[in-house]
């Protein structure tokens, strides 16, 4: 199952695109993730994105493409992935589409998480992250166990750079001017669902994946398992 996880900065597609992860046993790639992860680890590629994310800007489209192209023919993307922050641009849409066609393959399902830009501006600024296990955490829907520590491995919690509120206000204006084309190109071509972000987290994941024909046995808690309905309704 080939998944794109679509929708503005701050609608949860991270948090939604790991628990469907965990629940299909397909990678999540994560252009945020890979970058930051270089950025952290200061190679050359860290270097040139940090300049990019530290303004709220996108990150140049051959960059981007490269990389993806590269995780997405690794061995355990033989079943499928779950791609988030990637497409963006209709050059990286296009290119993805083309790759897959010449390996007989196609995205399944654009999942379209929405949100006012209001919402999400609240949403943003009350985030924060575990810099070791990239778990995201919110002050007011999603609180950590134990204040400012992570739930899974107990490292202090930081907020992100880019999710102060003049670069908020910067990223959404890029995403609705650079990203809602490649929705509408996607529209075109391959089954979209839409779903709106709710405040509480396994509301969002039901909706999801109801509209995807999954069935959830048990909780969204660590371990739960989950079933794809014969009579998928995607
Ligand atoms: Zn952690």
């Known amino acids: 199952m080939i998944l794109i996880m679509f929708g503005a900065p701050g609608v949860g597609k991270g948090s939604q695109a790991k628990i469907l992860s965990e629940a299909l046993r397909i ?14 680890n200061r190679t050359e590629l860290g270097r040139l994105v940090k300049v990019h994310m530290d303004n709220g800007l996108l990150v ?10 590269d995780r997405i023919y690794n061995a355990d993307c033989k079943s499928g992935f779950i791609l988030d922050g990637f497409p963006r641009t ?22 379209n998480i929405t949100l006012d830009d209001a919402k ?5 600024t009350g985030r924060r ?48 001017a650079q990203t809602k084309p490649v929705l509408s190109y996607c529209r075109d071509r391959y089954v979209v669902v839409d779903v709106v972000s709710e405040d509480d987290i396994d509301d969002t994941t039901r909706n999801i994946f109801r509209s995807l024909g999954l069935a959830a046995i ?13 009579n998928g309704c995607a």
């Open 27 to 40: 990678p999540h790639i994560s252009t945020g993730d890979i970058f930051r992860e270089n950025v952290a």
């Open 60 to 69: 140049p489209d051959e960059m981007t493409i490269g990389l993806i192209m």
């Open 90 to 111: 209709l050059s990286q849409v296009e290119h993805l589409g083309r790759s897959l066609k010449a390996e007989k393959r196609s995205i399944d399902t654009v999942v």
């Open 120 to 124: 999400i501006i609240g949403r943003l």
């Open 129 to 176: 992250v575990c810099p070791s296990c990239n778990l995201v955490y919110h002050l007011a829907y999603n609180k950590p166990h134990n204040v400012g520590r992570c739930n899974k491995c107990s490292s202090n919690l930081v907020q992100r750079v880019d999710d102060t509120e003049s670069t908020i206000v910067r990223r959404l204006q890029v995403y609705h």
């Open 218 to 230: 048990g909780t969204s808690d660590e371990g739960s398992q989950y079933m794809r309905l014969s």
